[in-house]
């Protein structure tokens, strides 16, 4: 039976008159009865019921410590989740074990010996045809998340190309892109998808041109912007910015990390080059990265 000597600050009660177990903070006699004051160990909420002597009887009371019978594989499952939500802190290449590919060597180097080097990701990687950028572009996702930086995310590619990088991102790297065109836009009237899609694909060429579209995406904030063939985005002079052009500036300016891949960077033109590298920020040059399988060289 549960009387006042037994109900001290500290203990764990339960009973079938409280709606969870109950952690006592302080018991109050009441004649009788007693006023019990506590907080709910699983919501967290203040109890303070008046038990009779008939319903102290019937608590279960227990120390201030929890018991050791609870579900082991929900424990594992928990020290699991807290070890991959460090892991990258000891392996340095942690997205690989979570990733379904096999990076090559310059793959590996351009991510984590350029890329994650630095607090600030800005990077134009030039690359030839068939080297990988999209994994190299999906490994980097995958470290700046599991490092708790990044969440929202958008990719800007070739028309061609939006369901061709949703494919491979969740087959290889199990990532889920929405492809927002303008059917999605249509049946989302009223509404911004930019900003209730955390992982979104779009298309150049319609989103650059669209003025409804390319007005309610500039009004969205991303953490990681990732442009494919952006080269597409370069302007022959500064008087005559195409649309994409416009576009790649504004979101150059509404994120911390932008990733820009092409294999067509330089055109044998200077000024159009220096144009199509995005403009610095906060006092930082953009960098270029420009990878073969053999060499590697920084401009």
Do not use: C
């Amino acid at each position: 039976m549960a009387h006042t000597t037994t109900l001290q600050p500290g203990s764990i009660i339960r009973g079938p008159t409280l709606p969870e177990p109950v952690e006592v903070l302080a018991v109050v006699p009441l004649g009788d009865s007693l006023k019990v004051i506590g907080r709910g160990l699983q919501t967290g909420l203040t109890h303070d019921p008046v038990l009779t002597p008939d319903q102290l009887a019937r608590l279960i009371v227990s120390s201030g410590q929890e018991p050791f019978d609870g579900d082991a594989r929900l424990f594992r499952l928990g020290v699991e989740a807290h070890r991959l939500g460090l892991a990258y802190e000891y392996d340095p290449f942690f997205s690989l074990s979570i990733a379904r590919v096999d990076p090559l060597p310059h793959q590996l180097e351009a991510v984590y010996n350029y890329f994650l080097k630095l607090p600030r990701i800005r990077f134009l990687l030039a690359d030839d045809p068939g080297a990988g950028k999209t994994i190299m572009a999906g490994l980097l996702l995958k470290e700046l998340k599991a490092r708790g930086l990044v969440k929202r995310v958008l990719i800007v590619t070739p028309a061609n190309l939006t369901f061709q990088w949703q494919r491979e991102l969740a087959d290889k790297f199990r990532e889920k892109f929405e492809v927002i065109r303008g059917d999605v836009l249509r049946a989302n009237y009223g509404q911004n998808p930019w900003q209730d899609k955390d992982q979104v694909i779009t298309s150049v060429s319609w989103v650059s041109v669209m003025e409804d579209a390319r007005e309610s995406l500039l009004r969205s904030r991303w953490d990681l912007v990732i442009v494919d063939e952006a080269h597409k985005m370069s302007a022959p002079a500064d008087d005559r910015k195409t649309y994409a052009y416009r576009l790649g500036e504004s979101l150059s300016k509404m994120t911390d990390h932008f990733l820009l891949m092409t294999a067509t960077p330089h055109k044998g033109d200077q000024d159009h080059f220096a144009r199509f590298v995005p403009a610095p920020r906060h006092g930082r040059s953009p960098q270029t990265v420009h990878k073969t399988r053999s060499s590697h060289s920084r401009v």
